[in-house]
């Protein structure tokens, strides 16, 4: 078991989170949510050893293998497949030389509780580095079909997600730590790694922004709070946490209501007490008649005011401790999102792209994707799917005129102003600011960080160059950039993979409200049910259109794991 106690980490005076306490048993998943910058991926940088908290314990058992997936792929390029996977599981010829002289020393030190536990393990290494169980996990994540000379480098990027997975389920860890692993995996493999997840006994703590995926995973969520920099447990999935949060969120409005109301009638009181009392005063003031009876009235009604005008003063005092105290119910405040909103797309044709006999890929080699007769229409919503590799971030590129065609034709309508959002976000210029990417379009710097911060980009941050900013800012950055840009068709390849969950809603209703044409590769399948008007999936080398998603295929990792 992985245990976290009172946890607290800030990050340049800021608090990420404090007074953090939970566990993860073995076999519980655990769905880790948040906004972006709210320090989830710190929190698992912490439990897997790479950075140390501020104050608060990580108690484990000795010995217990943690297996961490960070969110960007972290090996060298150069490097072959085959050469990383040697490099994760170890070479069986120099592990059972150690293995022999770890014997050795056993055999002069019976019964060293060190050396035991060190031969234990050296023997489930051995055993994890053989060729056949690689090569299940290798098939098993439908990475059979990659050439193993081939530089990772080249991989797209769904297979250096799947790359990543198999290297750390070849490390045969008992504690799962998945900074966002859904990212551009297609939806065979998502739907794989559901079902991997499930059947798994590894404890799992699992961050994503994958609504439907921590649906079908986790049974338990927790939530780290922005505004109060708190951790708060929920049981069940995520549409269970969504449900409570708004059970939470409307029984606060109504204890707020209340409370506003009773402060109000406490004011009125108020108000009345000391309206009372300045009337008695006046009145006495205004007796100036000098006789005993008068004076003596006088007297009582300066003291029947005096009295008022304390306890007027005591309800104002109760009311300022009420207040400034804990107890008091504060108004709901929602996460800061982003807000796109798309300006009213220059008027395009009906056919706005047309492919006629198109076949995409790199010149010299076979084509991706061939014979493909389709077109985008005017206001069409299409989300594209397909295996990853299969080509279709090619097909963009081409539409893009990134690519040349190896055949046939792209005809662009008269009046088509296209822009694009890559994988990768190539088109950020990695030396350039935030600012300096978005300052010519407006007239001064004020406005452009105006614009800016409608994207959650303020402060330094707008000052930092693209390259330090964090995946999420990045990807950001660039839809701000295809807002401000003015366009009437889009080709978004997968745009919402680095957005939490609530920007992910806010691109949602954006592009609904976007009255040009979209064609974008994603694999959220939420997102899909709830944006595409029709289905482009890919079946080998065609493209098949469709009003919904086909399941029927098997998926190309239905061998198992080891």
């Given at each position: 078991?992985?245990?976290v106690s009172?946890?607290?980490?800030?990050?340049?005076?800021q608090?990420?989170?404090?007074?953090?306490?939970?566990?993860?048993?073995?076999?519980?998943?655990?769905?880790?949510?948040?906004?972006?910058?709210?320090?989830?991926?710190?929190?698992?940088?912490?439990?897997?050893g790479?950075?140390?908290?501020?104050?608060?314990?990580?108690?484990?058992?000795?010995?217990?293998?943690?297996?961490?997936l960070?969110?960007?792929?972290?090996?060298?390029?150069?490097?072959?497949?085959?050469?990383?996977?040697?490099?994760?599981v170890?070479?069986?010829?120099?592990?059972?030389?150690?293995?022999?002289?770890?014997?050795?020393?056993l055999?002069?030190?019976?019964?060293?509780?060190?050396?035991?536990?060190?031969?234990?393990?050296?023997?489930?290494r051995?055993?994890n580095?053989?060729?056949?169980?690689?090569?299940?996990?290798?098939?098993?994540l439908?990475?059979?079909?990659?050439?193993?000379?081939?530089?990772?480098?080249?991989?797209?990027?769904?297979?250096?997600t799947?790359?990543?997975?198999a290297?750390?389920?070849l490390?045969?860890?008992?504690?799962?730590?998945?900074?966002?692993?859904?990212?551009?995996?297609?939806?065979?493999m998502?739907?794989?790694l559901e079902?991997?997840?499930?059947?798994?006994?590894?404890?799992a703590?699992?961050?994503?922004?994958d609504?439907?995926?921590?649906d079908?995973?986790?049974?338990?969520?927790?939530e780290?709070?922005?505004?109060s920099?708190?951790?708060?447990?929920?049981?069940?999935n995520y549409?269970?946490?969504?449900?409570?949060?708004e059970?939470?969120t409307?029984a606060?409005?109504?204890?707020?209501?209340?409370q506003?109301?009773?402060?109000?009638?406490?004011?009125?009181?108020?108000?009345?007490?000391?309206e009372?009392a300045?009337h008695?005063?006046r009145?006495?003031s205004?007796?100036?008649?000098?006789?005993?009876?008068n004076k003596?009235?006088?007297?009582?009604?300066k003291?029947?005011?005096?009295?008022?005008?304390q306890?007027?003063?005591?309800r104002?005092?109760?009311?300022?401790?009420?207040v400034?105290?804990?107890?008091?119910?504060?108004?709901?405040?929602?996460?800061?999102?982003?807000?796109?909103?798309?300006?009213?797309?220059?008027h395009?044709?009906?056919?706005?792209?047309?492919?006629?006999?198109?076949?995409?890929?790199?010149?010299g080699?076979?084509?991706l994707?061939?014979?493909?007769?389709?077109?985008i229409r005017?206001?069409?919503?299409i989300?594209?799917?397909?295996?990853?590799?299969?080509g279709k971030?090619?097909l963009?590129?081409?539409?893009?005129?990134?690519?040349?065609?190896?055949?046939?034709?792209?005809?662009l309508?008269?009046?088509?102003?296209?822009?694009?959002?890559?994988?990768d976000?190539?088109?950020?210029?990695?030396e350039k600011?935030?600012?300096?990417?978005?300052?010519e379009?407006?007239?001064?710097?004020?406005?452009a960080?105006?614009?800016?911060?409608?994207?959650?980009?303020t402060?330094?941050?707008?000052?930092?160059?693209?390259?330090?900013?964090?995946?999420g800012?990045?990807?950001?950055?660039?839809?701000?950039?295809?807002?401000?840009?003015?366009?009437n068709?889009?080709?978004?390849?997968e745009?919402i993979?680095?957005?939490?969950?609530?920007?992910?809603?806010?691109?949602e209703?954006?592009?609904?409200?976007?009255?040009?044409?979209i064609?974008?590769?994603?694999?959220?399948?939420?997102?899909?049910?709830?944006?595409?008007?029709?289905?482009?999936?890919?079946?080998?080398?065609?493209?098949?259109?469709?009003?919904?998603?086909d399941?029927?295929?098997?998926?190309?990792?239905?061998?198992?794991?080891?």
């Amino acid at each position: 078991m992985l245990a976290v106690s009172h946890l607290t980490k800030t990050f340049n005076l800021q608090t990420l989170f404090r007074d953090s306490t939970f566990s993860i048993n073995p076999t519980e998943r655990v769905g880790l949510i948040g906004p972006n910058g709210s320090g989830k991926t710190t929190l698992l940088r912490i439990l897997a050893g790479l950075e140390e908290a501020d104050s608060g314990q990580v108690l484990k058992p000795a010995g217990l293998r943690i297996g961490y997936l960070a969110q960007g792929f972290e090996l060298p390029e150069d490097l072959t497949v085959a050469q990383v996977v040697k490099k994760t599981v170890g070479d069986v010829d120099a592990l059972t030389a150690e293995l022999v002289a770890l014997a050795q020393r056993l055999s002069d030190q019976p019964g060293h509780a060190g050396l035991a536990n060190q031969y234990d393990d050296l023997l489930r290494r051995m055993q994890n580095a053989e060729p056949e169980r690689a090569a299940r996990i290798i098939a098993g994540l439908g990475l059979n079909d990659v050439p193993e000379h081939l530089p990772v480098g080249r991989l797209s990027g769904g297979q250096k997600t799947r790359l990543s997975l198999a290297l750390l389920l070849l490390d045969d860890p008992e504690i799962l730590l998945l900074d966002e692993p859904t990212n551009h995996l297609d939806i065979e493999m998502l739907e794989w790694l559901e079902d991997w997840l499930k059947g798994t006994r590894n404890g799992a703590l699992i961050v994503s922004h994958d609504r439907m995926f921590l649906d079908r995973t986790v049974t338990r969520i927790l939530e780290l709070d922005p505004l109060s920099h708190e951790l708060r447990g929920y049981a069940g999935n995520y549409s269970a946490y969504v449900q409570a949060k708004e059970n939470e969120t409307d029984a606060q409005w109504s204890a707020y209501k209340d409370q506003e109301a009773e402060i109000r009638r406490m004011k009125a009181d108020i108000a009345r007490a000391k309206e009372q009392a300045a009337h008695t005063e006046r009145k006495a003031s205004a007796n100036h008649t000098g006789s005993p009876e008068n004076k003596m009235g006088k007297d009582h009604q300066k003291r029947l005011a005096k009295k008022v005008a304390q306890k007027a003063k005591s309800r104002e005092k109760r009311l300022d401790r009420f207040v400034e105290s804990a107890e008091k119910v504060e108004k709901p405040k929602g996460p800061r999102t982003i807000r796109v909103e798309f300006e009213k797309a220059p008027h395009l044709g009906r056919s706005v792209i047309q492919m006629e006999r198109l076949s995409v890929g790199f010149p010299g080699c076979a084509p991706l994707l061939e014979d493909i007769y389709l077109q985008i229409r005017a206001a069409q919503r299409i989300a594209f799917t397909g295996p990853n590799g299969c080509g279709k971030t090619t097909l963009l590129r081409t539409l893009a005129g990134e690519l040349p065609p190896l055949a046939g034709q792209v005809v662009l309508g008269s009046s088509v102003r296209l822009r694009w959002m890559s994988q990768d976000l190539h088109s950020l210029r990695s030396e350039k600011s935030a600012l300096d990417h978005v300052w010519e379009y407006f007239p001064n710097q004020t406005e452009a960080r105006r614009f800016l911060g409608y994207y959650l980009l303020t402060g330094d941050e707008v000052l930092k160059p693209a390259v330090q900013l964090s995946y999420g800012q990045r990807a950001r950055l660039m839809l701000a950039l295809l807002v401000v840009s003015g366009c009437n068709v889009l080709l978004l390849d997968e745009p919402i993979n680095h957005l939490d969950i609530s920007s992910r809603t806010q691109f949602e209703q954006a592009l609904n409200a976007f009255s040009g044409a979209i064609l974008m590769v994603v694999h959220d399948r939420y997102f899909i049910d709830r944006f595409a008007q029709q289905v482009w999936q890919v079946k080998g080398k065609r493209i098949i259109a469709a009003g919904n998603i086909d399941r029927s295929l098997p998926c190309p990792a239905e061998t198992g794991m080891a």
